[in-house]
């Protein structure tokens, strides 16, 4: 049967069912507008999903995207989500050697603990009150910034007068955040651990002069107005797939394994053609948003593509039968490995890994880092898994382009796994191998996913999980009002490539039904 059945224009036509399509599916249905989701592949999702990835075993993960902080508490409540996040207990840890000592830097399980585990590491309070001082400062910044991102686009300066504070506005939105995090903090794993923020899929250094990397570090601060990065109760699939059942019950179609390929306007109607196993067929629609990349919108109109992106990380998903024991006997592994486990990711080391990523090899000490879903939330594991102290962890890579992958990405993938479990093998009592679960057919149960295998696997860019560039949160030359506007008035970009796009946010769907609605006279701004 046709997607379209019954229905020759839609007020509204969704290429894509990931999870910032599916917001404003839900979004604009409920405003009593008539919408279809086209997605090409059998689920919905995108690269917000849960799956079974090894054989026989029964462990839902969090395949690609994993934690939750950017989504706002306003869209779970506007479209009535069954879906909670849950706090983890520790912020991070990370394992050092030091004097010939293994040792560490917990933070979290309350003030006093992290103030003495600074103290511990470094000697003295002097760190830990410059990090109190600067993570107060992005506290209130967060709280300052982070409702804008679901109102129109404010100027910049707009948005300076709202963050009304000049030091933290020239920190983060002016000069390298190199400069402040070597201003203010002057141990080196400490100096890492604050940068590691303006990494994630970043392909950075700390003195970039485009500020990519404050970018990404303003968005990973200002989450919820916290900064806090949550873990999704059931998995990342559950988000996605309350989101479509919210979009389902408001009247949305959502039609699988229908890809897009043509999408034609003249700015008051299009016509959007798509491919099915059965064969092609086209629909009508007043609006289309196109829930990907800025590449693939380009693509499907037909007109010159933005700049090449490209992803930076290398994503691992592993199931092990015990957490390993830590060489630093003063940390549980329990607690360690609840918050973000940083491996390798000092300040000169992160350093040295961009240089000799940006000569072209791969770094010698990958830094990374990992976290255990299972530990929050034991929901994601069979009871019998459960039962038997079973833990999943997930591995987070950076400074590995998708340039290094081009000779041959199944073989750097293998050595560039093998280089990074060793990083974290020097800081076990005992080899992660060791604690591995095995599948059904006796294989460990590891996965490792390159930027080029999220490009095949998912069509990202470059393997690049935040479509391109992130973006400054306020207007710029041809960012329209919303920051979802494109050359054709009548056709949207809702996806991560959306001005305050990246993450798990929802904020693009949102912005682009707000854009619709808006045209409409249904909304007011």
């Known amino acids: 049967m046709s997607a379209h059945e019954g229905h020759g224009t839609y007020d509204a036509v969704i290429v894509g069912g990931g999870h910032n399509g599916l917001v404003a599916a839900a979004y604009l249905a409920r405003a009593g507008r008539s919408v279809l989701v086209l997605e090409r592949l059998d689920h919905t999702g995108g690269a917000?999903?849960?799956?079974?990835?090894?054989?026989?075993?029964?462990?839902?993960?969090?395949?690609?995207?994993?934690?939750?902080?950017?989504l706002p508490r306003k869209i779970v409540q506007d479209l009535g989500l069954d879906f909670r996040l849950r706090?983890?207990?520790?912020?991070?840890?990370?394992?050092?050697?030091?004097?010939?000592?293994?040792?560490?830097?917990?933070?979290?399980?309350?003030?006093?603990?992290?103030?003495?585990?600074?103290?511990?590491?470094?000697?003295s309070d002097r760190e830990w009150e410059a990090w109190q001082r600067f993570y107060g400062m992005t506290g209130r910044?967060?709280?300052?910034v982070f409702p804008t991102l679901t109102e129109p686009l404010?100027?910049?300066?707009?948005?300076?007068?709202?963050?009304d504070d000049e030091e933290a506005w020239r920190i983060l939105f002016e000069e390298p955040i190199g400069v402040a995090v070597e201003d203010r903090f002057a141990d080196d794993l400490v100096r890492g651990v604050v940068l590691t923020d303006g990494l994630i899929g970043t392909f950075?250094?700390?003195?970039?002069?485009?500020?990519?990397?404050?970018?990404?570090?303003?968005?990973?601060?200002?989450?919820g107005g916290t900064g806090d990065w949550d873990v999704p109760v059931g998995g990342m699939g559950a988000l996605t797939d309350a989101l479509a059942a919210a979009a389902r019950r408001a009247g949305a179609v959502i039609a699988t394994g229908h890809e897009v390929v043509r999408v034609a306007s003249d700015g008051r109607a299009a016509e959007v053609t798509y491919r099915t196993r059965d064969g092609e067929g086209t629909v009508g629609a007043r609006h289309v948003l196109v829930n990907a990349s800025p590449q693939a919108l380009a693509a499907l109109t037909g007109e010159e593509p933005p700049e090449p992106a490209e992803g930076a990380q290398l994503k691992v998903n592993m199931l092990l039968k015990r957490l390993p024991r830590l060489r630093d006997t003063t940390v549980d592994p329990h607690e360690a490995f609840a918050g973000t486990f940083h491996i390798a990711e000092g300040y000169r080391q992160l350093a040295d890994a961009h240089a000799r990523a940006a000569a072209g090899e791969l770094p010698a000490a990958p830094p990374s880092e990992i976290y255990c879903?299972?530990?929050?939330?034991?929901?994601?594991?069979?009871?019998?898994?459960?039962?038997?102290?079973?833990?999943?962890?997930?591995?987070?890579?950076?400074?590995?382009?998708?340039?290094?992958?081009?000779?041959?990405?199944?073989?750097?993938r293998e050595e560039l796994l093998k280089s990074t479990l060793a990083q974290l093998d020097a800081h076990l009592a005992e080899p992660l191998a060791d604690c591995l679960a095995t599948d059904a057919d006796g294989r460990p149960c590891i996965e490792a996913k390159t930027p080029l295998d999220l490009e095949r696997d998912l069509g990202l860019p470059g393997g690049n999980i935040f479509h391109r560039a992130l973006s400054w949160p306020y207007t710029q030359e041809g960012t329209g009002r919303w920051g979802v506007e494109t050359r054709h008035a009548n056709v949207l970009l809702c996806g991560a490539g959306a001005v305050r796009g990246g993450g798990v946010s929802g904020v693009p769907g949102h912005n682009a039904a707000m854009a619709v609605l808006e045209e409409r006279g249904a909304v007011s701004s």
Do not use: K, M, W
């Not at 849960?50 to 994993?66: K, N």
């Not at 293994?102 to 603990?113: K, N, Q």
């Not at 404010?154 to 963050?163: A, G, I, K, Y």
């Not at 950075?204 to 989450?223: K, T």
């Open 48 to 70: 917000a999903v849960s799956t079974r990835p090894f054989a026989g075993v029964d462990a839902r993960l969090s395949r690609y995207s994993y934690l939750v902080s950017l």
């Open 141 to 144: 910044l967060a709280r300052r």
């Open 87 to 123: 706090s983890r207990t520790i912020s991070s840890y990370t394992p050092v050697e030091r004097a010939g000592r293994p040792t560490g830097l917990l933070v979290g399980g309350g003030e006093e603990r992290t103030r003495e585990a600074f103290a511990r590491l470094t000697g």
């Open 154 to 163: 404010p100027t910049r300066d707009e948005l300076r007068r709202r963050v």
């Open 373 to 412: 879903h299972s530990l929050t939330d034991p929901t994601i594991l069979g009871p019998d898994l459960v039962d038997q102290g079973y833990q999943t962890l997930t591995l987070f890579g950076l400074h590995t382009p998708a340039r290094l992958f081009a000779r041959d990405n199944d073989a750097v």
């Open 204 to 223: 950075a250094d700390a003195h970039d002069p485009s500020l990519a990397q404050n970018r990404c570090f303003l968005y990973h601060v200002i989450g």
